[in-house]
């Protein structure tokens, strides 16, 4: 990003232009313009993770033996089934 704006003429030295291989030295006088940062989007919740809270939604019993689900329709209850 930096580099970037060094390409566009951007940062100004001393009221000039430089170019990216430019080194600065003592009582130089640097310009660099405002940089807007985008905001970050909510993170991606992965498929797999949507599908596990979704299941622990149908869950209507547990204990140490049973598991009861209210299963909606057209999804598989065999290994291996899409």
Not at 12 to 39: C, F, H, S, T, W
Request: aromatic share 4%.
């Amino acid at each position: 990003m930096i580099y970037r704006i060094l390409r566009k003429g951007e940062v100004r030295v001393n009221k000039k232009r430089i170019k990216p291989e430019y080194k600065l030295e003592a009582g130089d006088e640097v310009r660099i313009p405002p940089v807007r940062v985008a905001e970050r989007e909510e993170e991606a919740v992965s498929p797999h993770l949507q599908k596990v809270a979704a299941l622990a939604d149908v869950i209507l019993y547990e204990d140490d033996h049973i598991l009861v689900l209210n299963k909606p329709s057209g999804t598989a209850v065999h290994g291996g089934s899409v």
